[in-house]
């Protein structure tokens, strides 16, 4: 890995540093097997810095799905409205 020191994991969950963050995506997305899940979990809970990376990752997702739900101006919905319905008009 690159430039973090050896997980506490020591292999024991049958799963590298490498193959963890590899999978986190499919991880933090339920992706997974419940044994493929439950390998990457077990890794993620022994190793601090792969710990670290999903709860990153996982608190990320979460600000971005808040953000996404930012709640869109009636003014601004009127004229994107006004214009779908002129280019529906037109042709």
Same mark, same amino acid.
């Given at each position: 890995?690159?430039?973090?020191?050896?997980?506490?994991?020591?292999?024991?969950?049958?799963?590298?540093?490498?193959?963890?963050?590899?999978?986190?995506? /499919?991880?933090?997305?339920? #992706?997974?097997?419940? =044994? *493929?899940?439950?390998?990457?979990?077990?890794?993620?809970? !022994?190793? @601090?810095?792969?710990?670290?990376?999903?709860?990153?990752?996982?608190?990320?997702?979460?600000?971005?799905?808040?953000?996404? /739900?930012?709640?869109?101006? #009636?003014?601004?919905? =009127? *004229?994107?409205?006004?214009?779908?319905?002129?280019?529906? !008009?037109? @042709?």
């Amino acid at each position: 890995m690159d430039g973090h020191e050896p997980c506490g994991d020591g292999g024991a969950s049958g799963v590298d540093c490498d193959e963890a963050l590899a999978t986190l995506y /499919r991880y933090l997305d339920g #992706e997974l097997t419940d =044994e *493929r899940r439950t390998l990457i979990s077990s890794h993620l809970d !022994r190793c @601090g810095y792969c710990g670290e990376a999903a709860h990153f990752e996982a608190e990320l997702r979460v600000v971005i799905a808040d953000c996404a /739900r930012a709640r869109v101006p #009636e003014p601004l919905l =009127e *004229r994107i409205r006004a214009v779908l319905a002129e280019e529906a !008009r037109s @042709g």
